[in-house]
């Protein structure tokens, strides 16, 4: 369910070789979220370092939208660079279990697999 490596980069250069892998396969980057920085501006204890980015290839999300409107919910992608325990990590949840879960319909999958090589080729290239 989870695609998830190690990265030797530290968090801030994983997550500029990530946003710029995304954008080198026709992907946008349409939000960074820095849960590590918004936990400890709440006042929150948190020691790791977490970028959660929302990334969207408008043709395959309007075919998926188109099949299954209700997957609204699942989109857009999101691709995490985080630390654990010192270490740099990239990962998602991969799009063809997910989908497969949340609908029923067969033309998806092949959209499914699409999104997740493409997705899959970006955490390699910024691991």
């Known amino acids: 369910m989870y695609y998830v ?9 994983a997550a ?3 946003e710029a892998a995304v954008k080198r396969h026709e992907f946008g980057v349409l939000h960074i979220h820095d849960l590590g920085n918004t936990l400890r501006s709440k006042g929150v ?20 939208l188109g099949t ?12 995490s660079v985080y630390t654990e325990k010192g270490k740099t990590m990239i990962g998602m949840i991969k799009p063809v279990p997910m989908l497969a ?6 033309s998806l999958v092949k ?13 390699e290239e910024a691991r």
């Open 5 to 13: 490596v190690n990265s030797n980069k530290s968090f801030e250069q």
């Open 16 to 18: 500029t070789d990530l």
């Open 45 to 64: 204890a948190f020691a790791e370092n977490c970028k959660v980015f929302e990334v969207c290839n408008p043709g395959q999300a309007a075919k998926v």
């Open 68 to 79: 299954d409107m209700r997957l609204n919910m699942a989109l857009p992608c999101r691709i």
């Open 101 to 106: 879960a949340l609908s029923k319909d067969a």
């Open 111 to 123: 959209i499914a697999q699409e999104v997740e090589s493409k997705t899959k080729e970006m955490i």
